[in-house]
Structure formats: structure tokens, C-alpha cells
């Protein structure tokens, strides 16, 4: 006589499963954290590419902060600061493009391919007028974003923020106020590789020098950090240096004289300075256990470990050593050893 299963037999099954699901638990979760990781590396090799397709259009590094205005506007109106602009800005009309490495003979600079945002990117750089702007800000481009790093307002169920990123870009040294006395460039570009608009900081002095070209004659592209995750970021829309950029804490004496912004250390007091204008947070800092997704200047990406050494991470940040300076002084960063750029 078949009596069907027992409330023994079914008890022994749930006990089972709950046994093998505690089991595959760790696994599942550390697969669907590796994925995000994974998801969050990608996306950032992808923007790495549309940067050097944006240095290869203008024959120069991009800035971190772009004025788009006619300098006619800027006589007539003054400067506005609706029309400062974060860097990803340089990347819309390449992001989302792969590189074409089967073809034969193929070259960034010879790329003519369009991605799906160029006509976001002409409509803002060519029309002035507040539906130009508006359309910019309630963009929102999930490629400019980390999945362990989402806005809040996709947990709150709101409406995605335009200008929402959560990737930052290599800016060196934090800047000095700038001068009188100052004898060298604010955004010194062996200091680090992404520089400000010459436009907002007044320095016009070997700008159109600062290349892909130039880097890997110096340190090289394999060794000089580009792009980089950090929780703390913030609306690129918004131009603020702090949302912007990633810096390195001096590990030399500063010298007498020489004022250098606190800067955090990797993954140093995580995510307790989103949404404010501090300088601090303009580190590399991630959701991910132990390490964050940085991006070189060649297109190879990589995984930081948190307890990286600051003065590895320096060399790192400087796309030329030997030619490094304190910001806002022509004193060089002598202290720092002569010594070859670690790969890994």
C-alpha cells in the first residue's frame, strides 16, 4: 500500500535543503559579487577607450572640468557655471564603442564609428539654450556607473539622476589656490594626467603638449592611472573638482610653504563624504571587498588592493616622475625615489 510521503520524510527533506543552501550560499553570493565586479571593470575599460577616442580627436589629454561657452558669451554675459562641465562629457561620443582590435591596420585615431550618444554630446557642445542643458542633466548613463555603486534614488524608487557617476579621474596632487607667486601650472600635469580647463584656472602654458604620446615617452601608459571607481563621487554635470577626481596623499615631507590638501587613503572612511564638496574624498574607494577597478592610460585595467602602499599608488598617479612638482610651486618632488613603476 503506498501511504505517500510522511511528515518524517518531509521534515528530512526541508532539514536537506536548507543544509545544501547553506552550503551554496557562500558560493551564489560570491559569485553574484564577483559578476558585479566584473560588471563594474568592464564598464570602465569601455570609458578608458572613449577617453583615449577623445584624446585622439583633440590631440590632447581632456580635461577634468570643460567651459562650453563661445568666448563671445563669456565677454558679453561673464561665465556661466551651468556650462562647466565634468569630463565624461569628453566620452559620450565614444562611450559604449569597443575597440576594433580584428581589423587589420586599425587605429583610434582612424575610428569614424559614432556611439549611441553622440547626438547628446553635439546637441549640448552646439546649442546654448537651457533644452540643450536640460536634456544633459536628466540623462542618466548607466556606462558612468559602478552596479555595487548605484544613486540612492534606484532604491527609493525615484527617478534616475542625470550626471550620476561613480567613476572618478587621475588628478595627482590635490590643487593649490592659485597665486600671484604661483610659477608653474595649479593642475601640474606630471603630477598626475587629467588637468583643468585653462579657461577656469588661467594657465595656458603647455597644454596642447599633454598627450597619450607624451605619457609613454615618460613613465609609460602601462604604468600611469587613469580612471577609477570612488563611492564618494558625485554629479559630473556639476564640474566640482572634489566629484571629479581622485588624488594621492604625500608620503614625503612637505616642504616649507607648500600647502597640500588631506586626502583619504583607498577605501579610508567609506562613503561618508557622498554628496559633499570635500576635497578629502577625492580618493579611489569602492563597494568591493578588499580592492577597487582602476583603469590605465593603455586600456588595461586592474584591481587595487586597499592596503596598497601610498608611495607605489603615487608613482602610480604621476604620468612623469622625474618631472613632478609641489601645486602652485616650481619646487620639485625630489624626495621621491628613482625607481621603476611596479606592473602589478
Known amino acids: 500500500m503506498n501511504r505517500g510521503i510522511g511528515k518524517s520524510e518531509l521534515l528530512a527533506f526541508i532539514v536537506l535543503a536548507m543544509v545544501c543552501a547553506g552550503l551554496l550560499w557562500p558560493y551564489i553570493f560570491g559569485r553574484r559579487m564577483e559578476s558585479r ?24 589629454i581632456p580635461n577634468y572640468r570643460n567651459l562650453w561657452q563661445p568666448p563671445q558669451f563669456i565677454e558679453e554675459q561673464g ?12 566620452a559620450l561620443p565614444a562611450l559604449g564603442l569597443e575597440p576594433q582590435n580584428e581589423i587589420e591596420g586599425y587605429s583610434i585615431q582612424s575610428d569614424n564609428r559614432q556611439g549611441e550618444y553622440t547626438k547628446l554630446f553635439d546637441s549640448f557642445v552646439m546649442d ?6 536640460s536634456q544633459l542633466r536628466n540623462t542618466y548613463l548607466p556606462q558612468l556607473v559602478c552596479p555595487d555603486n548605484p544613486p540612492i534614488e534606484l532604491e527609493q524608487d525615484k527617478p534616475l539622476p542625470g550626471g550620476y557617476t561613480s567613476f572618478v579621474a587621475n588628478g595627482g596632487l590635490p590643487d593649490a589656490p ?8 595649479v593642475d601640474y600635469p606630471a603630477n598626475g594626467l587629467f588637468a583643468d580647463d585653462p ?7 603647455g597644454w596642447n603638449e599633454h598627450t597619450f604620446q607624451s605619457v609613454s615617452e615618460k613613465d609609460g601608459l602601462e604604468h600611469t592611472l587613469m580612471l577609477s571607481e570612488n563611492i564618494d563621487s558625485g554629479n ?4 566640482k573638482p572634489s566629484a571629479l577626481l581622485f588624488h594621492w ?6 616642504p616649507e610653504g607648500v600647502h597640500v590638501i588631506a586626502v583619504l587613503d583607498l577605501n579610508e572612511q567609506r562613503g561618508a563624504g557622498r554628496g559633499k564638496d570635500d576635497m578629502r574624498f577625492a580618493r579611489i574607494s569602492s563597494n568591493h571587498h578588499g580592492i577597487a577597478n582602476a583603469v590605465y592610460a593603455s586600456g588595461r585595467t586592474d584591481r587595487l588592493h586597499e592596503s596598497i602602499s601610498p608611495r607605489v ?7 612623469s616622475d622625474q618631472e613632478g612638482m609641489w601645486p602652485g610651486t616650481s619646487t620639485p618632488i625630489s624626495s621621491i625615489q628613482k625607481q621603476s613603476k611596479p606592473t602589478d
Open 236 to 239: 559630473w554635470i556639476d564640474g
Open 178 to 185: 592659485r597665486g600671484n607667486t604661483s610659477a608653474v601650472l
Open 37 to 60: 565586479s566584473n560588471m563594474c571593470d568592464f564598464r570602465l575599460a569601455a570609458l578608458g577607450f572613449a577617453i583615449q577616442h577623445a584624446e585622439a580627436n583633440a590631440l590632447r
Open 128 to 133: 546654448y539654450s537651457e533644452s540643450a542643458q
Open 313 to 319: 599608488l603615487q608613482l602610480l598617479m604621476m604620468s
Open 249 to 254: 596623499r604625500p608620503v614625503d615631507p612637505i
Open 79 to 90: 561665465m556661466k557655471a551651468n556650462r562647466i562641465v565634468g569630463w565624461p562629457l569628453l
Open 199 to 205: 579657461h577656469l584656472s588661467g594657465d595656458q602654458v
